[in-house]
């Protein structure tokens, strides 16, 4: 590898590049006046980003839950090739092409039962918005007055509004955009952890919410057995059961929210099987294209959208622009088709045992209060804060790309990535944990 490279080997277009970007782009949750650093990116291919100035990082991160056949996979870019020859977009009002058919057809059959109707959109957060849509739809089609959601804290659902309305209000900083979120019910975080023992009562506040309020709610929505942005915390399949067998005896429609989960990360197919738990709306994204391009899907069942379709107005009110593009959708395609061909069990199996014995080490050092493993997602929760100016250099120096939050350092590497990679993965980020303070 080499990582021979530093800052100040950039070439002058690199150093103008990452001059303008500095002065005029957002980057994700960031400052516009005192950003921190950004690495300018050459090129990404399996396992391995290859910065501006060389140097070469294993990725940690899989961009964010996406990239799971790593980068620049030979068949994710001849579909997408192909596809561009002949159909890049066209409206999805009046007319139908063979990706959208090819893409529903396998997302009918590989999500879990009843999940029969599907809706093609852009990014995950929209695929949120659709599902609120859809459970408000649902419940006006029966002229019931249910038009409020319940979820539960440490969530993360998306950062348009009313995705933001269901994310974890402290994360999520409700307080800043009070005047206009709508102010939905929060039951207590699940507590029970995955693999650990099951603490009874862990759903009576849940239950006593839904019991006083139920005449007002539409719906329940949460993510399944892994809470992602919200805290990278696992919990225990039971709650996932209990919560649907509550909002069956109450009449509210079960959201599961897979934009992080779908696509194998957990260690099954999708996180919703850990519990056997079907829901009533399924949000997917993210790990949708293998991080081709961006689109995400929401499915529902044959019950909802017919209530949906019979009552006034008689149609499902949302339509994006780019809904079902056929170069994501192809893409979306032949990225299913290589997970199912890859063996993408035993993949995450392993990285999930090697994950355990590699961020073992983290669980005796004094800033750790935590080392969690599920599927191929790895996670070292600190006492504190990290430094993120500090850290993300001393990661970036050794050669490894991991990208913390808050108290939180994670991995979640793309499913390709070989032993001794994730080996060196793992080792750096010890090290590296060990020299937070
Ligand atoms: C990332 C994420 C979203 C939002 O998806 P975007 O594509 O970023 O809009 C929603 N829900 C969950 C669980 C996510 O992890």
């Known amino acids: ?16 590049l990452l001059a303008f970007d500095r002065a005029h782009l957002w980057h994700p949750y960031t400052s ?9 990116v050459e090129s990404a291919e399996g396992v391995r980003i290859r910065l501006a100035d060389g140097r070469e990082l294993i990725d940690g991160m899989a961009s964010w839950w996406s990239v799971i056949h790593g980068y620049s996979h030979p068949r994710l ?14 409206m999805f009002g009046g007319l139908g092409h063979r990706p959208a058919v090819e893409l529903g057809r396998r997302l009918v059959e590989l999500t879990p039962a009843g999940l029969d109707k599907v809706f093609i959109s852009d990014s995950g957060s929209v695929a949120v918005e659709v599902a609120m849509k859809m459970a408000l739809q649902y419940h006006h089609g029966r002229n019931s007055s ?24 402290v994360t999520g900083m409700h307080h800043l955009f009070s005047e206009v979120l709508p102010r939905y019910h929060f039951a207590p975080r699940p507590e029970s952890t995955f693999g650990g023992s099951w603490r009874s009562g862990e759903l009576t506040p849940l239950r006593n919410l839904l019991a006083e309020h139920h005449g007002s709610l539409c719906a329940l929505i949460l993510e399944p057995i892994v809470q992602g942005a919200g805290g990278m ?3 225990h399949p039971r709650y996932l059961q209990e919560a649907r067998a509550l909002c069956d005896e109450f009449d509210l429609l079960l959201i599961c929210d897979e934009i992080a989960t779908g696509f194998g990360r957990s260690g099954k197919l999708f996180a919703s099987e850990h519990g056997s738990v079907s829901p009533d709306i399924l949000c997917l ?6 991080c081709m391009l961006s689109l995400a899907a929401t499915l529902t069942t044959e019950v909802v959208a017919e209530m949906i379709s019979s009552a006034e107005p008689g149609v499902f009110m949302h339509g994006p622009t780019f809904m079902a593009n056929p170069l994501a959708c ?27 014995q590699g961020l073992e080490p983290c669980r005796s050092l004094e800033q750790v209060a935590d080392v969690r493993c599920l599927g191929a997602i790895g996670v070292v929760e600190l006492h504190t804060p990290v430094n993120m100016a500090t850290i993300q250099e001393r990661f970036v120096e050794r050669g490894v790309w991991i990208r913390p939050f808050g108290k939180l350092v994670y991995v979640m590497p793309p499913y390709c990535i070989g032993a001794a990679d994730l080996d060196q993965l793992c080792r750096t980020l010890v090290e590296v944990v060990a020299l937070e303070n």
């Not at 061909?341 to 045992?353: A, H, L, P, T």
């Open 1 to 16: 590898m080499n990582n021979s490279g530093s800052a100040d080997m950039l070439s002058s277009d690199w150093q103008e």
């Open 32 to 40: 516009m006046t005192e950003p921190l650093p950004i690495y300018g």
């Open 77 to 90: 870019i001849e579909a997408l090739q192909d596809q561009a020859e002949s159909l890049s977009h066209v």
């Open 146 to 169: 249910k038009h409020q959601f319940v979820t539960v804290r440490s969530g993360y659902h998306g950062d348009t509004f009313h995705a933001m309305s269901v994310c974890d209000p």
């Open 233 to 235: 915390r696992f919990y």
């Open 285 to 290: 994204g993210k790990a949708l294209t293998g």
């Open 330 to 356: 192809r893409v979306a395609v032949e990225s299913i088709d290589l997970l199912l061909e890859s063996g993408w069990q035993q993949k995450v199996d392993d990285i999930e045992r090697q994950l355990r």
